[in-house]
C-alpha cells in the first residue's frame, strides 16, 4: 500500500512546490513590476516604464491587489498614484466582470494599522463597494484610527449617535459621548461642530490647545520689505535669534523683541495690530517648543501674506504670494523636533497693495502630527515685556 | 492593379486616421474642438427642464467647474472630493446612456487651498480621440486612455514646488501637433510647457510672469503654422508649440486674465478688462497690428463667441452684446439675463446658450435680432462651461451632469418598457 503511494505523495509534493514556485514567481514578477513603477521620478522619468508595468499588474487582476496595497505603504507621491489608480482599474473591472475581490484578505489589511492609512482606506472603500456591511462591521472602532480618512468616518458615525442623543435629551450620554469624540476629531468642520454641540452643553473645549496652536510668541519688526525686497534679504532674526538684541528695522529705526499673547480663537496674531501698521514690511515670529522626545511635526501656518517658516533655525518652508486667500494650514511643512528645546520662527511679509482687501498683516501657526493632533510639547513663555493683544501696544514699532 | 492598391491603402489610411483621432461632432477640450465655444451641431433641444428632454442624469463625486469632453460614445469629466478637495476623479461615461463606465482617483500631490467658488476640478480635459489628458488645479496631471488604463501621470507640484495660487488654478491645456501645451502661470514658479503627448516628458518649458492667469491657450492656424497664444493681463504671446520659442509678443495692459481669446479664422479677439481688441497677426511672424478696439464688448468672465462673423459676449450687468467681428461695430445688445454667468456660452445652429450659476439657461435665437427662446431652469449650481456634441447638451452641476437631448429611439423603447 504504501509503495503505491509513494509516486501520489511525490506528485503532490511536486504540485505543491510547483504551486509555491509559481506564487513565488508571482510575486515576483509583481514585484519587479511594482519596482518599475515606484522608479518614477521627476519630470515624467520613467513612465513609458511605469505604464507598462501598470498594465501588466492590471492583467493580472484580484490577484495583484494585497501587493499593490502593501506598495502603497512606503510609496512617494508620484508613485503612490500609478499605484492607486492600478488598484482601482483591477478592483472596477473585477467587480463588473462579477470577479471576487479577496475580501478576507482586504479586510486584514484594512485592520492591520501597520499599513499607511491612505492604502488602508482604498482597501476599505474597495470592500465597501461589495460589502455594504463593512462600515459598521470596521468603523466602531476606528475613532481614533492612524488614517485620516478612517478616523473622519468613524467620527462622523459617533457623531450622528451623538447628536441623537442630544435630540432625545439625553444630555450626559450626549456630553460624554461629544468628549470622546471631540479628542477623536481632526478635521477642523469635525472638531468646530462637536465643539459648538459640547457648548452647547455648557461644556468648554479648548480648541487651540486641541490644535496644538501656538499662542504665546516673542514679535520684531517691521523690516523692510518695499518692493517686496524683504522676502528674500536676511534679517537678523534669521541669522539667529537673540531677545535680547536690538535689530536694525525699516528706515534704520531699532526694534526689539517683545512678548505677545494672542487671543484670537484661533491663535491668529494680528501685525496690524501688534507691530502696528505698515506696508511693504516684515515681522518676524518667535517661539521656543519643548519637546519631551524626539518626533516628527508638521508644522503648520495660515496666512494671506508671504511666509517663511524656519524650524531650529532650518527653512522648511517659502511662499511669496499676497493677498490671494487665507486658510488655516494653508503653509504646510514637516520636520522633526529634538527633545528638549526648540526654535520655530516665522517671517511674514506684507506687501504695498493699497487695496482694502490687501491689508490684512497676520499669521496663524500650529505644530501637530500628520493628522493633525497637537503633539506633546510645551510653548515656552518668553516672558519678555509680555503684551496681550487686547491692549494692543505696539512696542517695537518705530 | 497599382492603382487598385493605391486606393486601398489610402482607404487603410483614411480608416487608420478616424479611428486614431477625435471624430467630427466630438467636444474634445475647453469650448470645444476648436476652442471657440462653437457646435456645427443642428437639431439641439431649446427646451429643457426636470421632466422634458433630459435623456440622463449622472450622479458626480464631487464639485468641479471642468466642461465635459465627448469622444464617440463616451463622455468624460473630472470632479474633486473630500474635506480639503484632495481627491481627484477623472470619469468615463457611456455617452447614450450616462452609464459609468470608469473612473480613477489620484490624491493631491499640490496646494489645494482656493477661493470657495472654485476647486481643484477646474481645469477641462483634452482628447486627441484616443487619450485623454487630465490637469487638475493641484498640479497633478494624467494621461489615460480611453478605456481607463494609465498612459502617464506628473505631479507637476512634485516638478515644481512652488507652483500654483490660493485663489484657485483653472487654465485649461490645450494639444497642438502632438505636444500638450500645459498653463501654470501663477506668483510661484510661472511657466507653460510644451509636454509629449506621448511620454509625459517636457518638450519645454518657458518662463512666464508669475501673476495670477486663469486664461486656457488658444491655438491659432497662422497661415501655414500653428501659433500657440498665451494671453495674460499686460500680454499676448505667440509660441512655437513644437519648440516654445517666442513668435511674437504684443503688450497691451488691462488685458483679461479669466475669459480665453478667440478667432473669426482671420482676426484674433482678446477680452480685455474695459474693451475688446481685434488683431491681425502679421504672417511673417511680426507683431500683430490693432484692427479695432470695442468699448462695448465687455467680458469680465466668461469667454466671447466668435459665430458667423459676429462676436458676443455677456457683460457683468448679464447683457449680451454683439459686434461685428470685420470693423468690431456694434450690431445688437440684449436685455439683461437671468446670471450670473460663470460658464462661458455657447453656440449652434443659430443660437446661442448661456448657462447661469443658478441653473437657468437662456437660449437665444441669434439669426437676427436677439430672440430668447427659451429660459431652461435646473435648481443647481452651474459653474463650467457646457459641452456640445452627439445632438446634445451635456451640461454639468456641481453635483450631476446632465445630458440635454430628445429622447433616442431607443431610450424611448426603454422608457416604454420600463413603464
Known sequence: MKTTHVPVQIGLIGVALGLLCSGSAARSESSALIDRIKAVSSEGQGNEAAAKAWRELVRQGPGALLELLTALNDAKPIAANWLRSAVDAVAERALADNVALPAARLEQFVRDTSNAGPSRRLAYEWLARADSAIAERLLPGMLNDPGAELRRDAVARELAGARQLLERGDNAGASASLQALFKAARDRDQVEQIAKDLKSLNVAVDIRGHYGLITEWMLIGPFDNRGGQGFAEVFSPEKGVDLKAASKGKNGAEVHWFGYQAQDPLGLVDLNKAIGKNMGATAYAFATAIAPVECPVEIRAGSNNAVKMFLNGKLIYFREEYHHGMRMDQHTSTGTLKAGRNEILIKVCQNEQVDDWAQTWSFQLRVCDSLGGAVPMAVAAAGVNDVNDAAAPKKGQP | ?419
Open chain 2, 1 to 419: 492593379m497599382r492603382q487598385w492598391l493605391a486606393n486601398a491603402w489610402f482607404g487603410l489610411l483614411v480608416a487608420m486616421s478616424t479611428s486614431l483621432s477625435a471624430f467630427a461632432g466630438d467636444w474634445t477640450q475647453f469650448r470645444g474642438p476648436k476652442g471657440t465655444g462653437v457646435s456645427d451641431e443642428t437639431g439641439l433641444p431649446v427646451r429643457w427642464g426636470p421632466d422634458e428632454n433630459i435623456r440622463w442624469q449622472a450622479a458626480l463625486p464631487g464639485r468641479g467647474l471642468s466642461g465635459p469632453v465627448v469622444v464617440g460614445q463616451r463622455v468624460f469629466v473630472t470632479a474633486c472630493s473630500g474635506p480639503l478637495q484632495e481627491r481627484l476623479h477623472v470619469l468615463c461615461l457611456d455617452s447614450p446612456s450616462g452609464k459609468r463606465l470608469w473612473e480613477r482617483q489620484l490624491w493631491a500631490t499640490g496646494h489645494t487651498m482656493c477661493h470657495p467658488k472654485t476647486c481643484m476640478a477646474a481645469p477641462t480635459p483634452v482628447s486627441d480621440g484616443e487619450r485623454l489628458f487630465a490637469l487638475f488645479a493641484t498640479g497633478d496631471l494624467a494621461a489615460l486612455d480611453l478605456d481607463g488604463n494609465l498612459l502617464w501621470y506628473r505631479s507637476l507640484a512634485q516638478d515644481y514646488p512652488t507652483i500654483g495660487n490660493n485663489v484657485g488654478m483653472a487654465a485649461s491645456p490645450i494639444l497642438c501637433q502632438g505636444v500638450l501645451i500645459v498653463p501654470l502661470e501663477c506668483p510661484g514658479e510661472s511657466f507653460v510647457a510644451g509636454i509629449d503627448k506621448a511620454t509625459g516628458r517636457n518638450r519645454w518649458k518657458v518662463e512666464r510672469r508669475r501673476d495670477l492667469n486663469w486664461v486656457t491657450p488658444f491655438l491659432f492656424h497662422n497661415g501655414d503654422r500653428d501659433d500657440v497664444l498665451i494671453q495674460s493681463a499686460n500680454e499676448i504671446t505667440a509660441y512655437d508649440p513644437q519648440t516654445g520659442v517666442k513668435r511674437w509678443n504684443f503688450e497691451q495692459t488691462g488685458l483679461s486674465n479669466i475669459p480665453s481669446p478667440m478667432t473669426d479664422g482671420r482676426l484674433l479677439l482678446i477680452p480685455a478688462s474695459d474693451q475688446f481688441l481685434a488683431l491681425r497677426p502679421g504672417t511673417d511672424g511680426s507683431k500683430p497690428t490693432v484692427v479695432w478696439r470695442s468699448s462695448k464688448l465687455k467680458a469680465p468672465f466668461a469667454s466671447p463667441v466668435v459665430y458667423q462673423d459676429r462676436v458676443y459676449a455677456v457683460n457683468g450687468a448679464e447683457v449680451v452684446n454683439c459686434v461685428d467681428a470685420i470693423e468690431g461695430k456694434l450690431v445688437w445688445q440684449s436685455k439683461r439675463l437671468s446670471g450670473p454667468f460663470s460658464a462661458s456660452p455657447v453656440a449652434a445652429d443659430g443660437k446661442l446658450y448661456l448657462v447661469s450659476e443658478k441653473g437657468t439657461t437662456t437660449v437665444l435665437d441669434i439669426t437676427s435680432e436677439p430672440r430668447v427662446l427659451a429660459t431652461n431652469r435646473l435648481e443647481e449650481t452651474f459653474l463650467a462651461s457646457p459641452a456640445i456634441a452627439g445632438g446634445a447638451l451635456y451640461l454639468r452641476s456641481d453635483a450631476r451632469l446632465y445630458c440635454i437631448g430628445e429622447k433616442t429611439k431607443a431610450g424611448k423603447d426603454k422608457a416604454t418598457r420600463m413603464r
